[in-house]
Each structure stands twice: as structure tokens, then as C-alpha cells.
């Protein structure tokens, strides 16, 4: 096997391009995993997962991770360009059936890719066009895998030789479903879904990446939850007005796990996490005498190092060591959720890169507890959706696309993000996604207030809803720069579109 490659969402944030995803691969490398693999269970009526990097693989297949505490998180399994190379599971089941097989792949439209059990040979060709080096899409075969009662092996091959780009084609998993229970599958999807359109309709957002972790302009971070108590929500809420924003996206948790509210679920897990006054509860209100909803990013605090990645949820490719990992997790959703009600419109989960393969269901109905109304998302990066129990897409890096027809009235019709209504959410300067260094000097915004007005019009006329993230100092302040540009090309839609949906 050859040696894996070091990457990180966050250093290929700067060389995310304005529709696209591309990127270079640093040279450091590091040795992963074995290619021995003990049998996976078939689950007779949930999805069974059949991951890349926990197959028996082709020695020259290559793994991509971050390393870090308790395994760092896996990517994909890439290099795979030749039809001797495969992926190969035992599985075990207690019964023999017919599977539905998904496919999480990335490779050039046209690739021929075989699926072969023991008793059934199936094929697919991919057709998602390329965004840089990837073509990442969620395949679903139209006919079913025969899997006996018993243990048996599953391979997946390419047909034919790839001769182009570098990583030639990435594979993540393959889901496997009794075929049986594709009918109450879609129907508990369709029960589970809310209804996002509202988030087209409101066309542009803002957002924000402010908490614990940020800094002043200039001296030193203050001590937690001081930044909380300080600050102006009503001044915050003006901002937001200004640009004539549908939504305010505000980040509950980033670069640490530090819940600006009184979350006693939190407090259990991790004392002198939350703060007395309830932020989140008075930006809710701020907003919502100005016709603005709000929405909570979270990330589960454990992407950084060890002294800032600590939370209730630690690292859950080791859930063999946290088995109240997910419980811990719906545990601080079911309260926020019940505390905030239908204040609370949304919530973007980040780095599914970390939890993917998930109770996606679980996690679902706890986050939509106290709203049914509540929308949800997770950021699968530049992969495709890792489940359909979700409302819309997280599109991080996304500014908008002409795939997406006008017709669609912003409801992805195919591809990778199927079904959920488009969003996307990018940084309208540098250099991160929040201010979590001191002396921190923004810089000037990535678009021209021209491009901007162009790329805002452009992407609400597809009923595309786009999520502007400015840098934001611990007080709230922003640069007038980026601001300038966000209020112009808010202006430009608002003179096009009324506030709708709100």
C-alpha cells in the first residue's frame, strides 16, 4: 500500500476557486492501516457501510487522512486507477437478500466501475462532471447485489484502465440496503424532511464564526465567558439588517467547544463550557424584530490540537473507546433544540469527515427537537451528501452554479446534493473563517463589489441561497471593506427580490 497524504479542509480554504474545488496535495506522507479487515455485519434492515479505508485494499491504492488524537479523521481512498486494483470487505449476514448498493465515488464521467458478490455482477458508469481533481457523487445502482446467508466477499474494480488526473479515482464507501426496506426508507426521509424553502426564497445570508476562540483587533483574548457578557447583539443585528440579509448564521462552536448558553447537557460533560447569559436566546430575539432567522453552526470541537479540541464528543473514528459518543452529541441537541424552539431555524453540523458513517436518523430527530420546522445540514466537504436525512446542502466553498436550472427553483434534481435545497457558504475575506489569532489584520475581500453583485443576482435567480462569511473581531466588528461589498450586492438583490420567506 502506498504511503497516505496528509491533507486539511482548512489549508485548501485560501485555494478554493469561485465555482470549483481545486487544490494541490502536499508531499508529507504517513503509513495508515492494514489491509486486513475483519467481516462486517449485514444489517437486516438499516445501512450496512462498507468503508475504503477499512477494506482489504491493493497495496498501491493510496488513503488519505489527517493524522492527529485517537486516528485523526479519514478522507478516501484514492490513486485507483488500474482494474487490478480493488476493494475487497467479508461480510457476514444472517440471511441472504437483494441489496440496494450506493456508491460514494469519485471519477472521471464515464468511468465504468463492477460490483461483484458472490452469487451477482453489477455495474455502474459515473456521469457527475469534474470540479478540479474530484467528481465526487452518491451513486444508487438500479439493480440489487445478491448477498447469501452466511460470510461471503464483496469486490469493487474499475472496468477499464483511467489515464488521467494524478489521484485518478476516490472511493469513500459503499452503503448497502435490503431492498425490502427501500419503501419505508423513503417514506421516514419524506416524514423527517422540513421544508427549506425558505432559504431560497430569503436568497443570501450572513455569517459569522465568532466565540471563545476570537480575538480583539489588537491585545489579548479575554478569559471565558467575558467575550459572551459583552457582547451587542443589537449592534450585531444592525449589521445584519444593513446588508439585507434573510438569515443570520451565528457559529455556537468552532475552533473550541466553549456553548455560549446555559446548556446544562454540556455542563455534565464538560464543566465551565457554557456561559450564564444565553447569547444565543438574545441574538434570536435581536434578530427576529428585524424579520432575520437564525441558524447555529457547530462543530463537535475536535479538529485542532489537543488543548483546544476537548468536548463532550471526542473523535468518533475510535468509537469503540466513546460509546455514548452520538449519544452524547444528540444528548446536547435535544436540549438546545427543546430550549429555543422555533427561534432556532436551522443547523449546519460540520466536518462529516470525522463521523461519517453516522445515525444520521437519531441525530436527525434530535436536532429537530422542539421544531419540526427546524432544517439541518452536514458538511460533507467536497464529497457528496452522506445521507438524505437532511434538508439542504452545507456547500461549503459554494458561491453558486449554472448546474442547477433555474426550473429547479433551487432543489438539486441529481448529483451529489439530490433532493436538497442548494446553499452555500464561503469566506468573503481572509485569512480564515474566524479571527482566532491575535493582531489578526483582515484582508481585502476576495470579490470586487462588481463580482459580488453579479455572483449574488446570479445565484438568487436559481433560488440558490448564499451564506457570506465575514471575519469577525470578539466585539462584532467586521471590515468595512467586506462589508461594503456584501451590502451592495444585498442591495442588488433586494432591488430584484423582496425579503421573502422570513
Known amino acids: 500500500m502506498k504511503e497516505t497524504v496528509e491533507i486539511t479542509r482548512r489549508t485548501f480554504t485560501s485555494q478554493l476557486a469561485a465555482t470549483g474545488l481545486l487544490f494541490t496535495l502536499p508531499s508529507q506522507t504517513q503509513s495508515l492501516i492494514s489491509t486486513d479487515a475483519p467481516a462486517v455485519p449485514i444489517q437486516p434492515s438499516g445501512i450496512t457501510y462498507l468503508l475504503g479505508y477499512g477494506s482489504r485494499i491493493t497495496p498501491s491504492l493510496v488513503v488519505k487522512r489527517v493524522p492527529g488524537r485517537q486516528g485523526g479523521k479519514k478522507f478516501w481512498v484514492e490513486g485507483w486507477n488500474d482494474p487490478q486494483q480493488s476493494f475487497e470487505w467479508t461480510v457476514s449476514a444472517k440471511r441472504s437478500g437483494r441489496y440496494e448498493v450506493t456508491l460514494m465515488v469519485s471519477a472521471p464521467a464515464g468511468t465504468v466501475l463492477t460490483i461483484q458478490g458472490p452469487h451477482s455482477r453489477l455495474q455502474c458508469t459515473t456521469t457527475e462532471p469534474g470540479k478540479g481533481q474530484y467528481n465526487w457523487d452518491r451513486i444508487t445502482l438500479p439493480s440489487a447485489l445478491i448477498v447469501p446467508k452466511g460470510t461471503s466477499t464483496i469486490r469493487i474494480q474499475l472496468a477499464q484502465s483511467l489515464a488521467a488526473p494524478s489521484v485518478g479515482a476516490a472511493f469513500k464507501s459503499a452503503e448497502l440496503l435490503d431492498v425490502r426496506e427501500r419503501p419505508a426508507m423513503d417514506a421516514r426521509i419524506r416524514a423527517f424532511r422540513s ?74 460533560l464538560l464543566p465551565g463550557r457554557t456561559s450564564t447569559r444565553d447569547l444565543i436566546a438574545d441574538l434570536a430575539a435581536a434578530l427576529a ?122 432543489i438539486w434534481p441529481s448529483g451529489p446534493f439530490k433532493g436538497l435545497q442548494a446553499q452555500g457558504c464561503f469566506q468573503v475575506d481572509a485569512p480564515d473563517w474566524g479571527v482566532n489569532h491575535s493582531e489578526t489584520v483582515i484582508r481585502a475581500p476576495h470579490f470586487t463589489r462588481e463580482r459580488g453583485i453579479q455572483m449574488a443576482l446570479e445565484a438568487a435567480e436559481r433560488n440558490e441561497a448564499l451564506s457570506w462569511n465575514l471575519l469577525m473581531y470578539d466585539d462584532g466588528s467586521v471590515s468595512p471593506e467586506s462589508l461594503e461589498v456584501l451590502r451592495a450586492a444585498g442591495a442588488a438583490v433586494r432591488e430584484r427580490y423582496a425579503k421573502a420567506g422570513v
Open 195 to 268: 421544508d427549506a424553502s425558505w432559504l431560497g426564497a430569503a436568497k443570501f445570508g450572513v455569517m459569522c464564526q465568532c466565540g471563545e476562540w476570537s480575538y480583539p483587533a489588537h491585545g489579548p483574548h479575554k478569559p471565558w465567558p467575558q467575550m459572551v457578557d459583552q457582547f451587542d447583539v443589537e449592534k450585531f443585528a444592525d449589521m445584519v439588517e444593513s446588508t439585507g440579509a434573510g438569515y443570520a448564521i451565528w457559529s455556537a462552536t468552532w475552533a473550541t467547544y466553549y456553548f455560549p448558553a446555559p446548556i446544562k447537557a454540556i455542563d455534565r
Open 289 to 410: 424584530k428585524r424579520d432575520i432567522r437564525l441558524m447555529l453552526y457547530y462543530h463537535l470541537g475536535a479538529e485542532g490540537p489537543p488543548a483546544s479540541d476537548t468536548g463532550p464528543i471526542d473523535n468518533p473514528l475510535t468509537l469503540s473507546q466513546q460509546p455514548s459518543y452520538f449519544d452524547n452529541w444528540c444528548a446536547v441537541l435535544q436540549e438546545v433544540g427543546e430550549r429555543y424552539g422555533d427561534r432556532l431555524a436551522g443547523w449546519m453540523f460540520d466536518d462529516e469527515l470525522i463521523y461519517y458513517p453516522a445515525p444520521y436518523e437519531q441525530l436527525g430527530k434530535a436536532a429537530k427537537a422542539g421544531s419540526k420546522s427546524r432544517i439541518i445540514s452536514y458538511n460533507p466537504w467536497i464529497q457528496a451528501r452522506g445521507t438524505d436525512f437532511q434538508d439542504f446542502q452545507f456547500g461549503e466553498g459554494f458561491t453558486g452554479s449554472t448546474e442547477l436550472p433555474a426550473s429547479a427553483k433551487g
